[in-house]
T-cell receptor, first 110, second 115 residues
Framework: EDQVTQSPEALRLQEGESSSLNCSYT??????LFWYRQDPGKGPEFLFT???AGEEKEKERLKATLTKKESFLHITAPKPEDSATYLC???????????FGKGTMLLVSP | DARVTQTPRHKVTEMGQEVTMRCQPI?????VFWYRQTMMQGLELLAY????????DSGMPKDRFSAEMPDATLATLKIQPSEPRDSAVYFC?????????????FGSGTRLTVV
């Protein structure tokens, strides 16, 4: 059974204070690892897909990296508008469905 | 921007009543998912369809939940009878067969409260 564990559950940062979110996974053959952002009262919004260990993708202040067991979402010099819940999900080879972690709730204070 | 439309956004109902949630996937997307989100369990897959055919509904309580796609522009999730433990946010998502670099697109959800 595919499993995704995200840590920490919640993270509070000051504006400009860089940090990383962790996503540990077990899957029977990884096809893709996905990062989503979810704002209160809204559905998850797609950020990145990573396919193989060593891959990195960037978008503004966010950078996602992937190893064979985990992924990190690095947030550089965050702003209050980066406050959201960040969700990690895995897709196994041969499947279309995504298995999600419970998310990390990020709060960035001015 | 193309979007997945879910209705209603909020629903409060009494235990035992029937609830129907609707989803309009993005035009051209042939894969549709229903997920349920709670604080305790996070996002859980309930069912998914490809080309309107149900492929997996193992996440749904079969005795009370049903999911259908009457046509390519409409997916429905029905609960009958509803119970307080069904209170959650229900999301519909759509995409192509493999999400690749675009992921799946989620709707804004239906927040269901069963009292």
């Amino acid at each position: 059974e595919d499993q995704v564990t995200q840590s920490p559950e919640a993270l509070r940062l000051q504006e400009g204070e860089s940090s990383s979110l962790n996503c540990s996974y077990t899957v029977s053959g990884l096809r893709g690892l996905f990062w989503y952002r979810q704002d209160p009262g809204k559905g998850p919004e797609f950020l990145f897909t990573l396919y193989s260990a060593g891959e990195e993708k960037e978008k503004e202040r966010l950078k996602a990296t992937l190893t064979k067991k985990e992924s990190f979402l690095h947030i550089t010099a965050p702003k209050p508008e980066d406050s959201a819940t960040y969700l990690c999900a895995v897709q196994a080879q041969g499947y279309s469905t995504l298995t999600f972690g419970k998310g990390t709730m990020l709060l960035v204070s001015p | 921007d193309a979007r997945v439309t879910q209705t209603p956004r909020h629903k409060v109902t009494e235990m035992g009543q029937e609830v129907t949630m609707r989803c309009q996937p993005i035009l051209g997307h042939n894969t549709v998912f229903w997920y349920r989100q709670t604080m305790m369990q996070g996002l859980e897959l309930l069912a998914y369809f490809r080309n309107r055919a149900p492929l997996d509904d193992s996440g749904m309580p079969k005795d009370r939940f049903s999911a259908e796609m009457p046509d390519a522009t409409l997916a429905t999730l029905k609960i009958q009878p509803s119970e307080p433990r069904d209170s959650a946010v229900y999301f519909c998502a759509s995409g192509t067969r493999q999400p690749n670099n675009y992921g799946y697109t989620f709707g804004s959800g239906t927040r269901l409260t069963v009292v």
